[in-house]
């Protein structure tokens, strides 16, 4: 009892853990909605009758939706704010959830699935703003990776609880129930969330520390529009880095129930036993990696090498795709994915820190949709691509291919950052 007491005290006189805590509940709601299809995946091409090239049709009009979204939501956020900008954003994709259930083809759960993304591209964003809003430097890392893994834990909820809603009530009723889950969380949302200027309950000690310790950055000017930041080197970096790494979220977001259900022979109550694991494997891996460069930072690295260095180790880790494509055990197979997205969560919540420590907090909003843009063509492509590999050729390309990405993409950045440090010297 005294220890529960003194967590409610430290919550009272900490109340940018509370902010965290409803980041990470809606990213988790933002991670079931989206992974309901990917567990009914197999179901629905059953029961719909269609194949791996609409599937990835399917996936493919999340992705345009979220493209499009990302082209404006970081602007909406910045002129909105947080609270109301993500609150009509859950509402619109809670609502796209639940009709999901009333799809009788592929084409009608492309439309569906197209108002998701529409919908879910605010989340992110929204996610990296209130952590730039409310977090100091040496706390973000951690921040940041908590807050993201909402997504994963929604992924590791959406096996056991959609396979058993589904085996239990029929396929429509995993959507209608992961779709209103987003409405419950909304009015949890809209009560407790604001900015720490506005925050009731936040002390004046807090208020000024959290002021005190926001960082400050190279850029001169605090407005810049959306493309013209791709004219920074460091911009176009982390375009281009999102583009060429996101692509192994959404691979195994839309395509892993697929994978072991016809490479693997599991059936939907598998799926539902064991197809969170890789997911529990990534919702460790990124706390683990924020919280790695955040210790490193307290120690005295500089904040950007701190975070560099968690995602070059992530990068290392990715080859094992290749084993994890050959290897004749499916357990074998199921624990390396499990490795793959664990070092693929360090790599993003770090790099999502990055971006919210590389331009004024003014643009934070702006550089992280843009930055997610570059991820949605890349998992727009790749996933178009993928369908028509699995037709032709099977899984062991798509892990081929992905093995190497981030090492390029890592290398790609450097080179950015390296480009930026003298465009700065120069300037000044």
Not at 50 to 76: D, K, M, N, P, Q
Not at 228 to 250: E, H, K, N, W
Not at 403 to 426: E, G, K, P
Request: hydrophobic letters at 50%.
């Amino acid at each position: 009892m005294p220890v529960f007491q003194k967590i409610l005290a430290s919550i009272r006189t900490h109340r940018r853990w509370t902010i965290i805590g409803l980041l990470f509940g809606a990213a988790v709601v933002n991670g079931l909605d989206r992974q309901t299809l990917s567990v009914l995946a197999p179901t629905l091409r059953e029961k719909l009758g269609f194949g791996s090239v609409e599937y990835s049709y399917i996936a493919t009009s999340f992705l345009v939706a979220y493209t499009i979204g990302y082209t404006f939501c970081g602007r909406v956020l910045d002129r909105l704010g947080v609270k109301l900008g993500l609150a009509i954003a859950l509402a619109f994709w809670s609502l796209a959830g639940v009709m999901h259930a009333f799809a009788t083809g592929w084409l009608m759960l492309a439309v569906c699935r197209f108002m998701l993304g529409l919908g879910e591209s605010f989340n992110s964003p929204s996610a990296v703003k209130a952590v730039a809003d409310w977090v100091p430097v040496r706390e973000r890392g951690l921040s940041m990776a908590i807050s993201s893994n909402g997504n994963v834990m929604g992924a590791i909820l959406a096996p056991p609880l959609v396979s058993f809603v589904a085996i239990k009530f029929g396929w429509q009723w995993g959507f209608i129930a992961t779709g209103l889950a987003g409405f419950v969380l909304l009015a949890v949302w809209w009560k407790h969330f604001h900015s720490p200027e506005k925050h009731p309950a936040i002390t004046k000690e807090e208020r000024e520390y959290i002021q005190a310790n926001r960082p400050q950055t190279t850029m001169a000017r605090p407005k810049v529009a959306m493309w013209a930041l791709l004219a920074q080197p460091i911009c176009l970096g982390f375009f281009v880095t999102r583009l060429m790494t996101d692509s192994i979220t959404y691979f195994f977001s839309f395509w892993l129930p697929d994978y072991l259900t016809h490479s693997r022979g599991f059936t939907l109550a598998m799926i539902g036993l064991f197809g969170w694991l890789p997911f529990l494997a990534s919702d460790i891996g990124g706390p683990g990696g924020g919280a790695l460069s955040d210790w490193l930072v307290r120690r005295g690295w500089n904040s950007i090498k701190a975070r560099r260095a968690m995602m070059l180790f992530a990068a290392c880790l990715m080859p094992l795709a290749n084993v994890a494509a050959r290897t004749d055990s499916a357990w074998v197979a199921l624990a390396l994915i499990g490795v793959l997205l664990a070092a693929q969560s360090c790599w993003m919540a770090n790099q999502l820190t990055l971006i919210s420590e590389s331009v004024p907090r003014e643009n934070v909003g702006t550089l992280l949709a843009l930055s997610a843009l570059g991820g949605s063509l890349g998992g727009i492509c790749s996933t178009l691509l993928t369908g028509r590999i699995l037709a032709t050729y099977g899984y062991v390309p798509v892990f081929t291919g992905l093995s190497v990405m981030h090492l390029l993409a890592f290398a790609f950045l450097t080179w950015s950052q390296v480009r930026q440090q003298r465009r700065d010297i120069r300037a000044a």
